[in-house]
């Protein structure tokens, strides 16, 4: 079974501070994507970043920047310098291959992070 | 390139009608995924589809059913509404053989009253 927690429900915090959003995730599978994405109020997801289970490299995009440590089964996200476009709800996602048809595809989201960003 | 596209975007249905929502794919994705956002909770998977089949399920009753047409979009169809399935419903598409361009919908926000 895979499990994605999301042990923070609301961060709060003041325009140009870093947010980093906590993802502890659980699977069997060897092969596996994890992902963060981002729900505006408008409701569609939006893509950020996304990390296969073979690369541990952790990289910065922009003021996006990700901590992947599959020792602690952990796949952290940081904001850098937050700006208010950043007020959203983060979903932390794992997605692993379905042995059955060979395919990918399901997601397992956890419960997600409310981020507010003020001026 | 238009993305996913879903329809109707809202939806007010009545305890115990059945309801159809619909999923365009983004353009040159084949596979079809549906899920369900209960209020303050993440998506949950319902479904996904792939060559006109139901190829995986999550933990959904029945009443939960789908269909994908030819031209891969796909509709959501569930009877015998309860309360509980007011929620956002999401659709994603993606290729086939990979997580890559793996795209949601704006989703179809559906009362139940």
């Known amino acids: 079974a895979q499990k994605v927690t999301q042990a923070q429900t609301e961060i709060s915090v003041v325009e140009k501070e870093d947010v980093t959003l906590d993802c502890v995730y659980e699977?069997?599978?060897?092969?596996?994507?994890l992902f963060w994405y981002k729900q505006p109020p408008s409701g569609e997801l939006v893509f950020l970043i996304r990390?296969?289970?073979?690369?541990?490299q952790n990289e910065i995009s922009g003021r996006y920047s990700w901590n992947f440590q599959k020792s602690t089964s952990s796949f952290n996200f940081t904001i850098t310098a937050s700006q208010v476009v950043d007020s959203a709800v983060y979903f932390c996602?794992?997605?692993?291959?379905?042995?059955?048809?060979?395919?990918?595809?399901?997601?397992?989201f956890g419960a997600g992070t409310q981020v507010v960003v003020t001026p | 390139d238009a993305g996913v596209t879903q329809s109707p975007t809202h939806l007010i249905k009545t305890r115990g009608q059945q309801v159809t929502l619909r999923c365009s794919p983004k353009?040159?994705?084949?596979?079809v995924s549906w899920y369900q956002q209960a209020l303050g909770q993440g998506p949950q998977f319902i479904f996904q589809y792939y060559e006109e089949e139901e190829r995986q399920r999550g933990n959904f009753p029945d009443r939960f059913s789908g269909h994908q047409f030819p031209n891969y979009s796909s509709e959501l169809n569930v009877n015998a509404l309860l309360l509980g399935d007011s929620a956002l419903y999401l659709c994603?598409?993606?290729?086939?053989?990979?997580?890559?361009?793996?795209?949601f919908g704006s989703g179809t926000r559906l009362t139940v009253v």
């Open positions: 353009s040159g994705h084949d596979t």
């Open positions: 699977t069997r599978d060897t092969t596996y994507y």
């Open positions: 994603a598409s993606s290729p086939r053989q990979g997580t890559y361009g793996y795209t």
């Open positions: 996602a794992l997605s692993a291959r379905f042995l059955t048809t060979d395919s990918w595809g399901k997601f397992q």
């Open positions: 990390r296969n289970s073979f690369d541990e």
